[in-house]
């Protein structure tokens, strides 16, 4: 039997260590494709801005390395194109000065992608603080720039305004190991402006140690363009159709929730009530309801809400859980309004939005036609 439990255990470690080293060696050669990568795109834009070379080059020199070098995958004239602009992305921030110092001494080697692997490692050590415009940035920016693909990189470079929100994605798809897809769908979201622009009493209900993890969680506004609804729904409608699409829903929501239900029962007295879908959040450890509203936010849905989670807290809620989250779903919300209405509430709450894809912006609607003047257009 004790032998049995060794060899058991020794499973474990080899596994445990298999997997560790898996990592580890996916990374690093993650990192070297990414210094190799801003090395090419460093060589190009020099040589091209100091010959005045036209882009017209790149589709030169992608044929001659594929004639020179048949085997060789990943150099075209578009990934050229994409390392130089890799390259020059970065070139004047201390990020890239670093790497292209490092760059520099392997340059002195023969080996040149073995002297890369060097100064990967050497990296983290000469970096200790990175500062572009007003933006302060450490080593942790460092691992999170070589933790992700030179895909995720791209889809930075060309949808990001910022610099300040291509870290914040950065970070994001680092910390949450979030694929190419799942990067995409939270830039189309916007996620970036939505992060912390909740309204909330979170901060005089919740510990301030969780109350800013809390805000962060959730979102001031929701795309469900997967639902494909309009005005003409109701809310139960809207609330079917979420639970339909259970796993979307809970991709907008963001990390750390499970769901438990739809029109979950409460009994208070004899009476029923139902909250429209209720949550669980590992991270916050407590239960969070959605009460979901088709119009415009009201005062008197915060009372609602309040009731709810007080019920929950009294009846479901476990003993090593927190006190439970609500938010109010809603059409449209006016901010002074909704701060009034939570401000003196003792449950912890917020109120957001939700849009759908088959509707314009706003101050798009503004300046459409509406259907008379469709008519006489036509």
């Known amino acids: 039997m004790e032998a049995n439990q060794h060899y058991t255990q020794l499973l474990q470690d080899l596994k445990s260590r298999i997997s560790q080293s898996r990592y580890i060696a996916a990374r690093l050669v993650n990192r070297e494709q990414l210094m190799l990568y801003y090395y090419i795109g460093k060589l190009l834009n020099d040589k091209i801005t100091e010959h005045s070379w036209g882009d017209k080059v790149l589709s030169q020199i992608a044929t001659d390395l594929k004639e020179q070098m048949p085997t060789l995958r990943g150099f075209s004239a578009t990934n050229l194109k994409n390392m130089r602009q890799f390259y020059t992305a970065y070139k004047y921030n201390q990020i890239g000065q670093s790497v292209t110092g490092q760059l520099q001494t392997s340059d002195k080697q023969h080996d040149i992608i073995g002297q890369l692997a060097t100064a990967q490692l050497q990296s983290a050590q000469v970096m200790k603080d990175w500062s572009s415009t007003t933006t302060q940035i450490d080593n ?45 769908h939270h830039i189309q979201e916007n996620l970036f402006s939505q992060i912390g622009k909740l309204r909330h009493n979170f901060d005089t209900t919740i510990q301030a140690t969780d109350s800013h993890v809390a805000a962060e969680l959730f979102k001031d506004k929701y795309l469900l363009d997967f639902l494909q609804l309009n005005d003409n729904h109701n809310e139960s409608e809207i609330e079917n159709s979420i639970v339909s699409n259970i796993t979307e829903f809970i991709l907008k929501m963001g990390k750390g929730f499970a769901f438990i239900g739809n029109q979950f029962r409460l009994e208070v007295g004899g009476h029923e009530f139902s909250i429209d879908l209720l949550f669980y959040n590992r991270i916050l450890r407590r239960l969070v309801a959605f009460e979901i509203k088709k119009d415009r936010f009201k005062p008197e849905y915060t009372g609602q809400l309040h009731f709810y989670l007080n019920v929950l807290d009294d009846k479901i809620k476990l003993h090593d859980e927190l006190p439970s989250i609500g938010i109010i779903l809603c059409k449209e919300k006016h901010d002074a309004i909704v701060q009034y209405s939570i401000r003196n509430m003792n449950t912890p709450m917020g109120v957001a939005t939700f849009v759908n894809s088959c509707e314009p912006p706003a101050e798009i609607q503004q300046v459409l036609p509406d259907c008379d003047q469709l008519r006489k257009m036509i």
Do not use: G, P
Request: net charge negative; proline share 0%.
């Open 140 to 184: 942790s920016f460092l691992a999170n720039f070589f933790s992700i693909t030179f895909t995720h990189h791209l889809i930075l470079l060309n949808r990001c305004n910022t610099l300040e929100e291509r870290m914040f994605y950065m970070q994001k798809a680092t910390e949450d190991h979030w694929s190419v897809s799942v990067l995409e």
